[in-house]
Nanobody, 124 residues
Framework: QVQLVESGGGLVQAGGSLRLSCAAS????????MGWFRQAPGKERESVAT????????YYEDSVKGRFTISRDNAKNTVYLQMNSLKPEDTAVYYC?????????????????WGQGTQVTASS
């Protein structure tokens, strides 16, 4: 089992920045990738950014490229999402996820462990 705890959400004005953190515990040696996903009211959960835990390769959705940065600290088993130039359309619950399935990327079904979610609101 892998446990994930997110922090760092909140309310900011459009154009502002937030940094999300996700600390993993438990069987972290089995993690292949981690990622951030989001779900807005009435919409399906979608990928935001993911990172391969071993080689650091990253994936970003087109809508966040150039504004968001995903990074990891292997020693702390923590993944971060730096979000700059936030837009109202970024408003959603953001979920951290971990994959032990030897798969990664934007596909939700590759991820078998999920955090509880943290609200991010960018007001116009």
């Amino acid at each position: 089992q892998v446990q994930l705890v997110e922090s760092g959400g909140g309310l900011v004005q459009a154009g502002g920045s937030l940094r999300l953190s996700c600390a993993a515990s438990g069987r972290t040696f089995s993690m292949y990738a981690m990622g951030w996903f989001r779900q807005a009211p009435g919409k399906e959960r979608e990928s935001v950014a993911t990172i391969n835990w071993n080689n650091g390769n990253t994936y970003y959705e087109d809508s966040v490229k150039g504004r968001f940065t995903i990074s990891r600290d292997n020693a702390k088993n923590t993944v971060y999402l730096q979000m700059n130039s936030l837009k109202p359309e970024d408003t959603a619950v953001y979920y951290c996820a971990a994959s032990t399935t030897l798969s990664w990327g934007p596909t939700i079904f590759n991820y078998d462990y999920w955090g509880q979610g943290t609200q991010v609101t960018a007001s116009s």
